[in-house]
């Protein structure tokens, strides 16, 4: 019963910025499960070893590489992962930036390019994801957002922005898309160590120790932790579940 419940034989995921960090986690999870992967990004050198680790849990995976801040690259994405597998069952929109500074220093393009590539970009790969995924008679979305989709910090009003707008967007897809068997979930990591977080760590004095502190089950997460809630939301297991935005954490958004 367990097994068929998270089973993703025959099902194919597209995962953007899946060539490393969160995404990779995600992929991992669902490669575990007997899902075929496609990992989009722009830097094909990091591409090798994330393939090689896919392969290596019987995998059948490849890389895309693309630039989701261009419409025609989203469009490209989905229907180059339909023309090498076949179809598409799962889209994991999770590549993302940051910029960090005070909300007066920001220019307009770094505004544009933070909302482009972690909301626009999502926006864009579900829009053409849904023709395949209704055309095969359901699918499953999974949008990144962050803690920053629910709290504020001084540092990252258009990531914060994007995050919280990611949240919305699930729930108004989930509506619009719940006829068509497709369900759209959200996913709030919180602090995962990855190449995005060391930057912020060298960037924020002291963001290490507090986020440890204030992490119930005190340490940061790992990509691999991620695995788990990428294979349920990809799963028959998660068929009635749809709009939601699930944290995964540590508990450190219900700590004090
Ligand atoms: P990484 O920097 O490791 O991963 C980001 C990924 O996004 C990279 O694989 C990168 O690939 C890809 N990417 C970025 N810009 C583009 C682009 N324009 N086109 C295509 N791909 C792009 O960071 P994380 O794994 O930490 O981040 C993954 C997601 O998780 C992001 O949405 C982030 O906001 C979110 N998140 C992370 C948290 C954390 O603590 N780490 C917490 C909450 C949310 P490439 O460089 O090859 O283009």
């Given at each position: ?105 920001y220019t307009e393009d770094e505004w544009h390019e933070v909302l482009d ?41 258009p ?98």
């Amino acid at each position: 019963m367990a097994a068929k419940l998270f089973d993703l034989t025959g099902k194919v995921a597209l995962v953007t910025g899946g060539n490393g960090g969160i995404g990779l986690g995600m992929a991992q999870g669902m490669a575990s499960c007997g899902a075929w992967i496609a990992i989009a990004g722009r830097n094909a050198d990091k591409a090798g070893p994330a393939l090689a680790s896919l392969r290596e849990l019987g995998a059948r995976c490849t890389f895309l590489e693309g630039d989701v801040t261009k419409k025609a690259a989203c469009v490209k994405l989905v229907a180059d992962t339909v023309e090498q597998f076949g179809r598409i069952d799962i889209l994991v929109n999770n590549a993302g930036t940051a910029i960090r500074k005070m909300p007066q220093e920001y220019t307009e393009d770094e505004w544009h390019e933070v909302l482009d590539t972690n909301l626009t970009s999502a926006f864009l790969c579900s829009q053409a994801a849904y023709a395949p995924m209704k055309a095969a008679g359901g699918g499953k979305m999974i949008n990144i957002g962050s803690m920053m989709s629910l709290f504020g910090v001084p540092y990252a009003t258009p990531y914060a922005s994007s995050k919280g707008g990611i949240v919305q967007m699930t729930r108004a897809m989930a509506t619009a898309w719940a006829k068509d068997n497709i369900q759209v979930n959200a996913v709030l990591p919180g602090w995962i160590d990855t190449d995005l977080t060391r930057r912020a760590r060298r960037e924020v004095p002291g963001l290490q120790e507090r986020v440890q502190d204030r992490t119930p089950a005190g340490r940061w997460g790992v990509p691999n932790d991620m695995a788990g809630i990428a294979a349920f939301l990809a799963s028959p297991a998660s068929d009635f579940v749809t709009g939601t935005a699930i944290p995964v954490d540590g508990g450190y958004s219900i700590g004090m």
